[in-house]
Structures are given as structure tokens and as C-alpha cells.
């Protein structure tokens, strides 16, 4: 036989005839029909009466670490809609949402702490509006006021513009000392920019002391911000600079011990922009002197194979100067001098050919 709850301390908790009647009959029903409402704060209520000797207690503890784990679940669906509709600006949406929720699943932690959350967000979100109206209201003084004093000056018994013109500097004065604890507070955020638009306007619509030393000071943070995000700037491009003069240090390296000296000195030329010339003496007088022994070597070699009468063998060892040293005048000379001998050469093979029997 099924043990029975102390049904008046649950009809007292869980509330109305009906959830009474349900208890009285089978537990897991009763908790099957909060869980479908997703009424999950009422389902573990449940739990609280149910003794330790109850012949079912095992079963129930699963299933009341069962519904945890779906309240928890429905804890953070609510959390993503909510989010989903703030997001949307659907704040009035995202606070019933959080109502109805919390009505369902009183004093979660994690949905709790989504709601407080949403709360900031929706205050921090009105703070920033009522700021916003009150800028333009103060841009807005700042444009017709000029306007007004004008109008005064021009007709100086129209009564009406008088007033209007007190009127407007009373309230120019109400929102430039509006303004100033909000600028003051925008510094305090280090939200600088924000901070020396509402610190100057303030000073505009109502000049005194404390508004100018409060303008003051945020100009001297700006241009302290201003030389410090310089100075991180130039620690970065130094960096930078370091891991490419790196880069290029090992490529100058492995095309020098490959011999290939025109690539070597592209290489160098880049790194003499990053760091300077002091600093690649080394190794741009060990550069020359490698290509001014290859230079040697290749006009040598040009020379023996354009007097064994091999002149296109030797016109590429002297290209191969030019590409080395494009100043050197003797390889072009010996160059030019090379292909007039082709090209006479290329002739007399041509008459030979046409005077042939």
C-alpha cells in the first residue's frame, strides 16, 4: 500500500484543491503533470515531504535529480530567449519572460542570477537614453540660444523673448550642471571620449570652477591616453620589426651559404630599411667581398671560353656579372663584343651556304 503524504502542509505549500486531490492518488502522476506545465519549482516542492523511510525514496530521488536537471535546462532557455529579445530591444518581451519564469521556478540560482543580470543591463540601457535626451536637450540650448539673445537685441520690448531667453539660460544652467556629475562619472569609467564631450558641454552651458577643472583634467588624461596607446603602438611595430629583421636575417643567411648572392642582397636591402646600415656592416662587407670573388671567377671563366671560341658559354658568364654587379662595364663591353663575333660568325656561315655548288 502506498504511503501518504501529510496532505495539509502540501495543500498549504503547494496551493488549491486540485493539487491536493492530485497528490492523493499516484506521486509520479502528479509530477508528470507539473513537469508537462513546466512548473518545476511546484514538482520539487514536492520532494520536501517525502520522508527518508518512504518505501519509494530511491525512485523519487531520481526523479528529483531528473527534474533538477530540466530545470536547469528550462532555467537557461529562458536566459538565451531573454537574451535574444534584449538584443532585439524587446525589453518589455524579455521582463515578462523573466517574470513568468521566475513565477514557475522561484529562487533558481542560475535564473536568478540571468534575471539580475537582465536588470543591469535594462538600467545601465535607461541611464544611457536619459543621457542622451539630455545631451540634445543641451546641444539643442547651445543652437538657439544665440538665436534668442538676437531676437532680444533686435526687439528689445518683445516681452515674450525675454522671457524665453531666462527661461532658456535657467535651463541651460539646470542641464550643464546635469551633465558634469556625468561626465565626471564617464571618467571615473576611463570612458574618455565620452567623458571630454559631456565635460565640454557642460562647460558651454553653464561656465564655472569646478566644470572647467573637471574639462581640465579629462584633457590631460586624453593626452596622456593619447601618448600612451603611441607609445604601445610603437612597442608593438618594434616588435614587429624585431621578428621580421629575424625572418630576414635567417633568409639572407641561407641564400649566402647557397651562393645565391643577387637574392642575398635583395634581402639585405630590405633588412638595411628595417634596422639601419650600422648595424649590417658585417655583413654587407661580407656579401661584397663573396660577390666581387664570384665576379672574378666568372670573368675568368668567360674569358677562357670565349678564346676556345665557346662565345655563348661566355656571354652567360657575363650576363651572370651584370645580374651581380649591373655597373660593370667591362662584362657588358665584353658582352657586346661576344655577339658581334656571333653575328659575324652567323653571316659567313650564311654566304658559305649560298656560294655552295
Given amino acids: 500500500m502506498k504511503r501518504r503524504f501529510p496532505f495539509v502542509l502540501l495543500l498549504a505549500s503547494l496551493g488549491g484543491c486540485t493539487t491536493f486531490s492530485a497528490l492523493q492518488g499516484d506521486i509520479d502522476a502528479t509530477l508528470d503533470g507539473y513537469v ?17 523511510d518512504h518505501p519509494r525514496h530511491q525512485h523519487l530521488l531520481g526523479r528529483k535529480a531528473h527534474i533538477e536537471m530540466l530545470a536547469h535546462r528550462y532555467a537557461l532557455q529562458v536566459e538565451k530567449e531573454a537574451g535574444a529579445l ?13 517574470r513568468a519564469a521566475r513565477a514557475r521556478l522561484s529562487g533558481h540560482p542560475h535564473l536568478e542570477k540571468a534575471y539580475q543580470t537582465f536588470l543591469q543591463h535594462r538600467e545601465a540601457r535607461l541611464a544611457w537614453l536619459e543621457q542622451e535626451l ?32 531666462e527661461r532658456d539660460r535657467r535651463d541651460a544652467q539646470e542641464v550643464g550642471q546635469r551633465l558634469a556629475p556625468l561626465a565626471q562619472r564617464a571618467l571615473e569609467e576611463r570612458r574618455l571620449k565620452e567623458a571630454a564631450h559631456l565635460a565640454d558641454l557642460a562647460v558651454r552651458l553653464a ?14 588624461l586624453e593626452r596622456k591616453e593619447e601618448a600612451r596607446v603611441r607609445a604601445s603602438r610603437a612597442k608593438v611595430q618594434a ?41 649590417l656592416r658585417d655583413d654587407t662587407a661580407r656579401l661584397r667581398e ?5 665576379i672574378e671567377a666568372l670573368m ?33 663591353d665584353h658582352i657586346e663584343r661576344a655577339q658581334r663575333v656571333v653575328e659575324t660568325l652567323s653571316r659567313l656561315r650564311g654566304s658559305k651556304a649560298g656560294t655552295a655548288p
Avoid: C
Avoid at 36 to 52: D, I, N, T
Avoid at 207 to 220: F, K
Avoid at 268 to 277: F, H, I, P
Avoid at 307 to 318: D, K, L, M, N, V
Fill in 290 to 294: 663573396a660577390t666581387a670573388t664570384r
Fill in 134 to 165: 539630455l545631451v540634445l536637450r543641451g546641444e539643442a540650448l547651445l543652437r538657439s540660444l544665440p538665436l534668442v539673445e538676437e531676437l532680444v537685441r533686435t526687439d528689445a520690448e518683445a516681452w515674450a523673448g525675454r522671457r524665453r531667453l
Fill in 36 to 52: 508537462q506545465q513546466q512548473e518545476y519549482g511546484k514538482a520539487l516542492q514536492v520532494f520536501e515531504f517525502v520522508p527518508s
Fill in 239 to 279: 616588435r614587429q620589426r624585431e621578428t621580421e629583421s629575424q625572418s630576414l636575417r635567417a633568409a639572407f643567411s641561407k641564400a649566402y651559404s647557397a651562393g645565391d648572392y643577387i637574392e642575398a642582397r635583395r634581402v639585405l636591402n630590405r633588412l638595411r630599411e628595417l634596422v639601419g646600415e650600422d648595424k
Fill in 300 to 332: 675568368s671563366e668567360g674569358a677562357s671560353l670565349y678564346s676556345r671560341g665557346e662565345f655563348q658559354e661566355a656571354i652567360a658568364r657575363w650576363t651572370e656579372v651584370t645580374h651581380l654587379d649591373p655597373d660593370h662595364t667591362q662584362a657588358r
Fill in 207 to 220: 561656465p564655472g570652477d569646478e566644470t572647467e577643472t573637471l574639462q581640465r583634467t579629462i584633457a590631460n
Fill in 86 to 98: 534584449e538584443s532585439g530591444d524587446n525589453w518589455a518581451g524579455a521582463l515578462e519572460l523573466y
